[in-house]
């Protein structure tokens, strides 16, 4: 298990990098932050298939069902976020999205030590 938490772990370090660039490169304006939001979308969804097609204990599944609805949350905001009607929804959004990913890291901090590794 902790191998395959490794893999993801590692997947979604390249989501968060690549996702945090394009945020900074759209600095505010709405068409930027519309396609950056695309492009984070298409980092996390190779994130979130590699979290279902893992397969947990039973004893952790509780820990590994919480992050993957931490990170549906995520995109689901990340949608929503592509398609801002404008700059204030474009703020608010990711407003949101700076709180759900704390709660993602929380939930895999969690996981993370229920499969045996020291916390991240």
């Known amino acids: 298990m902790a191998s395959a938490y490794l893999a993801i772990s590692g997947v979604a370090t390249v989501a968060r990098t690549h996702c945090e660039a394009d945020r900074k490169a759209a600095d505010d304006?709405?068409?930027?932050?519309?396609?950056?939001a695309a492009a984070c979308l298409q980092s996390y969804e190779p994130l979130?298939?590699?979290?279902q097609a893992a397969t947990w204990a039973s004893a952790?599944?509780?820990d590994a069902d919480a992050v993957l609805g931490a990170m549906t949350k995520l995109h689901d905001l990340l949608v929503q976020l592509a398609s801002a009607p404008d700059?204030?929804?474009?703020?608010?959004?990711?407003a949101a999205i700076t709180d759900a990913e704390a709660v993602l890291v929380?939930?895999?901090?969690?996981?993370?030590?229920d499969v045996g590794?020291?916390?991240?």
């Open 106 to 113: 929380a939930k895999a901090d969690r996981l993370r030590t």
């Open 87 to 94: 700059k204030s929804a474009l703020r608010a959004d990711y």
């Open 29 to 36: 304006d709405l068409l930027k932050g519309r396609a950056a």
């Open 60 to 62: 952790v599944q509780p």
């Open 117 to 120: 590794l020291p916390p991240g």
């Open 48 to 51: 979130i298939t590699a979290m």
